[in-house]
């Protein structure tokens, strides 16, 4: 008893210390800088983008509209229309696979789309060029934010660079690459625009069809903050050029950002999101009152009830693993029905897996005119990758194989990892 007394005092003294460090920073007359992450193009806020969005559509050649709902359901990709410029600014982007054909469809007539976000999906990235990292594409929101000088790099076509400067808040940016195409894709060049002063890519120019995908990881560079220091306006010039903003229409995007927005509002909400409502009560002395008290409320309720109402800690038994066992019963059935044609798919999807984990030798690679390549690479002879080179060829241009081939191939594959 004396020790849940114990408990109960230190939680009380936290609470009173709470309150007042809460009240004390409320009535501090510091007004600090807000490192608010909406990307909204209706406020001044440093991180909101209305500078941006106002230059938009005072420049534009052609017409300013916007858009509410998600992409595929716009009708853009189904219709024959060119010089536009759909613009996506949001703090994340994670589209259906319906939306990306849509987007890519769009672009490949002759538009131009423009996607600027902290956080994207794989399938965004593995849809444009094939990339080992794309997993590393969808960053934490709000991301993390270094407090250091930093820079960007704009490369001219001159091959030259402009720089930008800023003091301060460096956020942790997703992964981009340019480094491998699809092919029998619509895209078929990737250029990178914008670098930062470690040389990570901030922005790639992706040819689709007659058109062209803006692809951003850092909506910083398009905020107020970073666009209203100094002479970093000239960047939204440079950017204009780039997607000819004087003969194109501006279609901005305002559906995904307030969709992928975890702290701002959905588009079933009433508008009000969270961090607005958080902001409201703190701005109101009364409300801060009634939230503390709130708070206290609450914690002691639920100290007294936790002192009335014990329950028994249920005993578990101690976890098996039975991957081994549903190896054997998924193998077993396999060879029960005797498809042979699938385990040898499956043994050779493991054996190229292999190769690309140890030696970054892709599948496309493994063939004859390489062979020797691949022997030097991986350090085995060139008769025994001959040899598991005919076994798989084999397997690939059979519908079905014997009991025989499937031993065969197996006995390759596996001879080959132990030499």
């Known amino acids: 008893m004396r020790g849940k007394l114990i408990i109960v005092g230190i939680v009380l003294i936290g609470i009173v210390i709470s309150l007042f ?3 004390g920073n409320l009535f501090t007359k510091e007004k600090k800088f807000e490192k608010v992450f909406t990307v909204s193009p209706n406020s ?3 991180y909101d983008c ?15 509209s916007e858009s509410n709902v998600r992409f595929d359901e716009s009708g853009l990709g189904n219709i024959e229309t060119y010089d536009n410029t759909y613009m996506i600014v949001s703090p994340n982007f994670y589209p259906s696979g319906n939306d990306i054909h849509h987007i890519k469809t769009f672009a490949s007539k002759g538009n131009n789309v423009f996607i600027c976000a902290f956080g994207l999906t794989s399938e965004v990235i593995d849809s444009l060029y094939f990339s080992t990292r794309s997993e590393e594409a969808n960053v934490a929101y709000p991301p993390l934010l270094l407090e250091s000088r930093w820079n960007i790099n704009w490369q001219n076509e001159d091959s030259t660079t402009t720089q930008y400067n800023l003091w301060g808040h460096k956020p942790t940016t997703a992964v981009l690459d340019s480094i491998f195409l699809l092919s029998n894709n619509l895209v078929t060049d990737i250029d990178t625009v914008i670098t930062d002063n470690e040389n990570n890519i901030q922005m790639l120019e ?8 803006f692809l951003c990881n850092n909506p910083i560079l398009f905020s107020n903050y970073f666009l209203l220091y100094k002479d970093n306006y000239t960047l939204f010039n440079k950017l204009a050029d ?12 305002d559906f995904y950002r ?25 701005e109101h002395p009364p409300l801060v009152w009634a939230f503390y008290t709130f708070i206290a409320g609450a914690l002691l309720f639920i100290l007294i009830y936790y002192r009335r109402i014990q329950r028994a800690v249920p005993i578990y038994s101690t976890p098996k693993n ?10 077993g ?10 385990i040898a798919d499956k043994i050779i999807a493991q054996f190229f897996e292999y190769l690309l984990h140890n030696f970054q030798i892709h599948s496309k690679d493994f063939q004859e005119v390489g062979l020797e390549k691949i022997s030097h690479k991986t350090g085995r002879s060139l008769q025994k990758v001959k040899e598991v080179f005919d076994e798989i060829s084999f397997v690939k241009s059979h519908e079905e194989i014997s009991k025989q081939h499937l031993m065969n191939l197996y006995q390759k594959i596996n001879s080959f990892y132990q030499e």
């Not at 780039?242 to 995007?253: P, R, V």
């Open 44 to 46: 001044y806020k440093p």
């Open 21 to 23: 460090l809460g009240l």
């Open 322 to 331: 039975n991957s081994e066992a549903y190896i054997n019963v998924v193998s």
């Open 206 to 213: 992706i040819t689709c069809g007659l058109g062209r995908i």
């Open 333 to 342: 059935l396999y060879w029960q029905q005797q498809n042979h044609k699938s």
């Open 50 to 64: 209305k500078f941006f969005y106002d230059e938009l559509k005072k420049n534009t050649g052609g017409g300013f």
């Open 258 to 282: 307030r969709v992928n927005n975890t702290d701002g509002y959905d588009s079933n909400s009433s508008g009000i999101g969270r961090s607005e409502v958080m902001r409201v009560i703190f």
């Open 242 to 253: 780039k997607i000819k903003l004087a003969e194109n229409n501006i279609i901005w995007d």
